[in-house]
């Protein structure tokens, strides 16, 4: 419709005579003339179209494409190049892309790789071919099998041929038997082609004359047959070893050292007469054997004598008489010796405490104790054994000349206990100390009567049990110096303190206590004294380290004795018995303001410790020279209790400890005393200490 759109006509609408309507008229088609097809453009203007267009395509490749060019080695090598690559003098012309490539040539190994071509720069690409491995034919004058080594690594050959050697200059050794190795420096050229390498070989042996007397030997090298004497053989070159053997005569071994091409010959061999054999067996069997005096071995065995001469043959045997016998033999015999042993026995008498104890010897129940034994003279174990004590044993080799006898002392399984603790040990600054074992009962400080007496001298039941050890001597400056490098016990109006073997002072109660903790943890032992930021703030009594002595421990080991309480050092009366201890005697009267104006120990202030003669326990200075910190915290007790004290170890709180025994300072009664009590916790010029610890 191109003039106006139809309207639709709806029902009960009047018609619109002015609306268009649309009339069909006939079509008729045009008609076609009856000639052939026409050509819109002749032949020859289609190719010339067709060639412009081509050149057209082909200036755009020109303008677009880039060269590839590979430089190879060799430079004969063919290269191809996958894809559209048109081929271009030494080159190629190609599009911007990615490209596949492989480098040939004979007598080497391709070589393929990918190279990008960017729209920027043409791309010029190296590449060098390796050639392949080549073929070396060895030829050998004269000619013997060979192996060939390359570089030093042995390579497969077949008849002189090893394949595959990659190229390049390469050490060729040639090895083959009896003859010296050949060694050359080839050029292996590769590319699949053989070689030929000519070895001229020079032997490797030399002849080696050999003779023995008799004539007729065996000859052989390495277990290989050469012949019988007289003999030249060829031996390859090293050190060598000729057997020469000949039937009823000894072999003989001949070390020959062989130089290449240096021939020799060997003095002769005299061949000995073969050994003969006897046959050793004896009753009892376990005999030792000796011939002229050299030991052998034990019976029963084959023994090797020289043929054609006496031996002289001894037997013997621990609880038997020796046996001797003169035999001789023939080359090559065996001969059967029978030896009969006669035991020998001797008296042992057995005893023991207590009496009445089983005795076994060698493991078997021979009897009781108190009766005499006759034992083979060889050595026997002896077992005495009680019930409720542990075994005694020894070992005795009974005397057919002298009557011996055993006594056994048989131990408590306690006392066979205590019996392997050591009763003096070292400790690892070099202290040594003392075991002591206290099963005692007494009464711990003075009477009120007794003249000197403080108030803090309490009297206290004390029973002391437990086991402990104990320094022999105060702690020396050079052992604490272990511990702390630095220290210096000073001096006092000029007279040092410092020496190496006097004992430390002018340190606290907690110094000492450190100084047991560092000491236990250097033996291994569980430290004693808990502490916080290097304060003592209690202890544990469990533990096995080392420690200060308690004060129950100190005044047994100070005064108890025989059952009784000393009350000095040197016994119980004044004066001060002479060279007693160090005490401020009339040497230092420059230092302090009360001495002993009768006596004299040589001393003004401290004493290398152990200067004076130790008390009946082996303690030294415990009374004199420096006063000693005490493990125990300080109290005064209320007085003498009903009940003892077991193992006391101080009050569980206080603000001191424990000071006991005189010092060089002390001159008057009060301090000579053992019983005399002090009390601090700072450092002081006169108060020193020594280790203890418990046994568990």
């Known amino acids: ?81 996958s894809g559209f690559a048109v081929r271009l003098g030494d080159g190629h012309l190609v599009l911007p892309g990615s490209y596949r490539y492989t480098v040939s040539a004979t007598g080497y190994l391709p070589q393929s790789g990918e190279v990008e071509i960017s729209s920027d720069s043409n791309s010029r690409h190296a590449v060098k071919l390796e050639r392949l ?66 070895a001229s070989l020079r032997p490797a042996w030399a002849n080696v004359h050999i003779t023995s007397n008799p004539a007729g030997a065996t000859v052989s090298v390495e277990g290989k047959i050469l012949g019988t004497t007289p003999l030249t053989a060829e031996l390859v070159q090293g050190d060598r070893v000729v057997d020469i053997s000949l039937p009823d005569h000894k072999t ?50 084959d023994v090797a004598l020289a043929s054609n001469r006496r031996h002289q043959l001894r037997f013997f045997l621990d609880g038997y008489r020796s046996v001797e016998h003169t035999v001789d033999v023939r080359a090559g015999d065996l001969r059967d010796l029978n030896v009969d042993l006669t035991a020998v026995f001797g008296d042992v008498t057995i005893t023991s405490s207590p009496p009445e104890a089983q005795v076994f010897i060698d493991g078997r129940l021979a009897g009781v104790a108190g009766e005499t034994f006759t034992l083979p003279t060889r050595s026997h174990t002896i077992t005495v054994r009680k019930a409720g004590y542990e075994d005694y044993q020894t070992t005795i080799v009974p005397s057919s000349k002298l009557k011996q006898s055993v006594r056994a002392i048989l131990l408590t399984g306690e006392q066979a206990r205590w019996s392997n603790v050591p009763a003096e040990i070292t400790h690892g600054a070099g202290g040594k100390m003392l075991l002591m074992r206290p099963s005692s009962e007494f009464t711990m400080g003075s009477s009120r009567r007794e003249q000197g007496r403080q108030a803090n001298e309490v009297l206290r039941k004390i029973s002391l049990t437990r086991p402990f050890y104990i320094g022999t001597t105060e702690v020396t400056n050079r052992e604490y110096r272990r511990y702390q490098r630095m220290h210096s016990s000073s001096h006092t109006n000029g007279v040092s303190l410092d020496n190496d073997s006097l004992p430390v002072v002018n340190i606290s109660w907690n110094d000492a206590a450190l100084f047991c903790n560092w000491l236990s943890a250097r033996d291994g032992l569980k430290e004693v004294y808990r502490t916080e930021r290097g304060r003592v703030v209690g202890f544990d009594g469990s533990a096995n380290g ?124 009060t301090e000579l005393r053992l019983s005399y009590r002090d009390y601090g916790a700072e450092a002081r010029d006169d108060v020193g200490f020594r280790v203890a610890r418990w046994v568990n």
């Open 1 to 81: 419709m191109t003039a106006k759109e139809a309207v639709p006509v709806r029902e009960n609408e009047p018609a619109n005579d002015d609306a268009s309507v649309i009339q069909p008229i006939g079509f008729t088609p045009a008609q076609v003339s009856s000639g052939g097809n026409k050509l819109l453009l002749s032949p020859k203007a289609i190719a010339v179209v067709a060639s412009l267009c081509f050149g057209a395509l082909m200036l755009v490749y020109l303008l677009v494409a880039r060269s590839l060019i590979f430089e190879t080695q060799p430079a004969d090598a063919d290269v191809s190049v």
């Open 133 to 198: 491995p080549g073929h070396l034919q060895v030829i050998t004058e004269p000619a013997v099998p060979v192996r060939i080594l390359v570089n030093g690594a042995e390579v497969d050959s077949s008849e002189g041929l090893a394949k595959s050697i990659p190229a390049g200059r390469k050490r060729i050794t040639v090895l083959t038997e009896r003859y010296l190795p050949f060694s050359k420096e080839v050029e292996i050229e590769g590319l699949d082609n053989t070689q030929t390498l000519t």
């Open 252 to 301: 003989v071994q001949i070390p020959v050292p062989v130089t290449a091409g240096v021939d020799q010959t060997l003095q002769t061999v005299d061949l000995a007469a073969a050994d003969g054999t006897l046959r050793v067996v004896s009753n009892p069997p376990g005999a030792s054997i000796t011939v002229n005096g050299e030991y052998r071995g034990q019976a029963p065995m």
């Open 546 to 669: 080392y420690r200060m002595p308690t004060e129950a421990e100190w005044a047994w080991a100070a005064r108890y004795e025989r059952g009784a309480m000393r009350k000095f050092p040197w016994g119980n009366a004044l004066p001060v018995g002479k060279n007693s201890g160090n005490y401020a005697d009339s040497s230092a009267g420059q230092i302090v303001p009360a001495v002993l104006r009768t006596y004299n120990d040589n001393y003004a202030a401290t004493a290398p410790v152990g200067s004076f003669g130790p008390n009946h326990l082996g303690l030294f200075d415990m009374g004199g020279n420096v006063s000693e910190w005490i493990h125990d915290l300080y109290t005064i007790g209320t007085g003498l209790s009903t009940r003892a004290e077991e193992n006391p170890v101080g009050p569980q709180e206080g603000d001191y400890h424990v000071v006991r025994g005189s010092s060089w300072r002390h001159a008057g009664l």
